[in-house]
């Protein structure tokens, strides 16, 4: 018999007696364990808040808005030596953006473009300024991917 023969022999008489005599120990816990169950009382009743009649009315859900404080020039008579005038003279509105911010400003992995509500509202000035349609108005603008810390010293500095 070699060493390995005897090893494996050894192994299948012990195991099983370690196991019988592992299991066979008749003593059980000294006493019931102790110990208080916790209270299971009701929760108590809901709250119930009446609001006042004069505000119990609905009203108008319309959604409001701010008017401009005057008529909005058209995009062919803008006012001379303004910033509007100078953007439309240069054929692009340049705009630095965030591009990882989701629905203000992130790149859409479908069509490369950076969208959101910031994209969403420089297109509507692009629109008052050039005169633009929906379907022109993203080759007007001029995005710059900026991190959100740089936005104002890029400004002040006439990058963006």
């Known amino acids: ?6 090893t494996s022999s050894a192994l299948a008489v012990a195991l099983p007696a370690l ?13 019931a364990v102790q110990g208080e169950a916790p209270s299971t009382s009701a ?35 803008l006012p001379a030596g ?4 100078a953007i439309r003279a240069s054929g692009t ?3 630095g953006v965030s591009a990882d911010t989701l629905l203000f400003g992130a790149r859409n992995p479908q069509t490369g473009q950076i969208e959101g509500f910031d994209i969403d509202m420089l297109k509507e000035v692009a629109k008052a300024i050039f005169g633009a349609d929906d379907d022109t108005v993203y080759d007007l603008l001029d995005i710059v991917v900026i ?10 500095s006439g990058e963006v």
């Open 147 to 156: 991190p959100y810390s740089q936005r104002i010293p890029k400004l002040r």
């Open 43 to 77: 929760a108590p009743p809901a709250q119930t808040f009446t609001c006042p009649a004069d505000q119990q009315e609905v009203g108008d859900l319309t959604p409001k808005s701010y008017a401009p404080d005057g008529p909005l020039p058209s995009p062919d008579d």
């Open 82 to 85: 303004s910033t509007m005038a």
């Open 93 to 95: 509105l340049r705009v």
């Open 19 to 31: 196991l019988l005599v592992a299991c066979a120990g008749g003593e059980r816990l000294p006493a």
């Open 1 to 6: 018999m070699n060493a390995r023969t005897r």
